[in-house]
Antibody
């Protein structure tokens, strides 16, 4: 069974840092891109970042570019999201998702499955 | 506001049919396929429709996706109470070089 398990959410002060992790299983990890999607309280879904199968290509939403860094360890089947200079508007549930394709971009791609989500709260 | 436009809410009675629209542009739905996700209350989103029209295994055929030009639609027939959820469309945007989501549609089964 294909599974993704996200973790690492916490309460952090504005300006602080946090690292989210996602452990994947049930598929050939290096053959698929991975992404992060977040959902602020009472709001809709917002794509955050994607990384290609070997990690050679990364993509970021404008709202997080320069502050967040996505990375992956194909030997361990994990993907991480390093979040720096956190702001109140980063408060959200963060979901790790598996992409359908290797590249993380373009057509004929979708997110499945989704992790259960991990809560990040940025507040003093 | 969201790059993809969805109605914020929809409602219909059990057994009836409802259609949820998703309006985009030439750089997203106009060039790439659209996907739909269902989020039941208090749970993580789940893939409902991929590549405009395809259903993952386990999704009832009451759910139908379509695409025309720069818009996509989700049709739900034979509405059931368990279909009450938030529905989101999404597509890759070539201009933004990233994924864009609709704002979501909250479906109420009266």
């Amino acid at each position: 069974e294909v599974q993704v398990l996200d973790s690492g959410g916490d309460l952090v002060q504005p300006g602080g840092s946090l690292r989210l992790s996602c452990a994947a299983s049930g598929f050939i990890f290096s053959s698929y891109a991975m992404s992060w999607v977040r959902q602020a309280p009472g709001k809709g879904l917002e794509w955050v970042s994607s990384i290609s199968g070997t990690g050679g290509s990364t993509y970021y939403a404008d709202s997080v570019r320069g502050r967040f860094t996505i990375s992956r360890d194909n030997s361990k089947g994990t993907v991480s999201l390093q979040m720096n200079s956190l702001r109140g508007e980063d408060t959200a549930v963060y979901y790790c998702v598996k992409d359908r394709n290797y590249y993380g971009s373009g057509t004929a791609n979708w997110f499945d499955p989704w992790g259960q989500g991990t809560q990040v709260t940025v507040s003093s | 506001q969201s790059v993809l436009t969805q109605p914020p809410s929809a409602s219909e009675t059990p057994g009836q049919r409802v259609t949820i629209s998703c309006s985009g542009g030439s750089s997203n739905i106009g060039r790439n396929t659209a996907n739909w996700y269902q989020q039941l209350p208090g749970t993580a989103p789940k893939l409902l429709i991929y590549s405009n029209t395809y259903r993952p295994s386990g999704v009832p055929d009451r759910f139908t996706g379509s695409k025309s030009g720069t818009s996509a639609s989700l049709d739900i027939s034979g509405l059931q109470s368990e279909d009450e959820a938030d529905y989101y469309c999404a597509a890759w945007d070539d201009s933004l070089n990233g994924w864009v989501f609709g704002g979501g549609t909250k479906l109420t089964v009266l």
